[in-house]
């Protein structure tokens, strides 16, 4: 999930709070996809990919693109992106509730593949974790080894030197976008697979997707995988050690992420940028 929001920010250069109904859209896709397709992963997963992808395009061909000419500051896009993902949530509560789709899992086979007494792997677990290390291992080899990717990079680095040199701005942004909304509609499918899906499956997951890109440093992919895995085990084992020696209640849950957005912006506000970077300087040094 956190992936697609830092393409977003590196690239396009926005704060996508829309991101949340992409994700939602995906495992709404993917829901469908599971009753006419049941058991088909790759349909499963085609499905997501194309639904989050075609509204993520259309987001930025009907909203953003044309804000853009007017040349808005970031906050007006931040609030165009809020505004956006307001309309998409609500339209997704009219037809869920008219297809009575509330709180409906996807439908995939759940077996035991191993057991053990403090462990229980399901074929859920290595359907939904192959996937997503498959998933990031294509977006890295897109990123340094294709065309498409050296654009994306070079309007990353430098926006203006970029559009100077004739990188076509416009289709990068367009396949940036695709992009990004087909990855976070996988990402909502494949979380779709271990919950229920309902309109706000996205908007409960972004709190901890904008915690996992602020630690990994906004625009810095390692930092984000690195950031998603943290703000992953602070959550959950973090929450398990607090439940167990302080009594602490499971609902605190959500203010893990917000607290680690704070604690980052307060006393490392670029994330894990350049800490690789000084680990390889200081063994050198040695």
Known sequence: MAIGLTLTLAVVGLPNFAHAELITIGAYAALLGSLWFPSNLIVIL?????????????????VYRPLN???????????????LGLILRYTLFLLVDRYNLFDKRIQMPFEIWFQSPTMVL????????????GLIAALSLLLNRTNLGREMRALADNFSLARVLGIPVERVHSLTWLLVG???GVAGALWGI???VNPLT?????????????LGGLTNFPGTILGAYVVGLSENLLMQLLNRWLGLDFSFKP????????LVLLFRPQGLTGFF???RARSITR
């Open 277 to 279: 970077d000084n680990l």
């Open 182 to 184: 087909g990855m976070a």
């Open 69 to 83: 000419k007017l040349n808005p500051s970031i906050y007006t896009m931040i609030l165009a992106s809020f505004s």
């Open 255 to 262: 203010a893990i992420p917000f607290i680690i957005i704070i």
């Open 194 to 196: 271990y919950t229920s």
């Open 202 to 214: 996205g908007w409960l997951a972004i709190l901890s997707v904008f915690a996992a890109t602020v």
């Open 122 to 133: 399901t074929n859920v677990f290595f359907i939904v974790v192959p996937t997503a290390i």
């Open 46 to 62: 085609l499905l997501a990919f194309g639904s989050a992808a075609a509204v993520a395009l259309l987001s930025h061909k009907v």
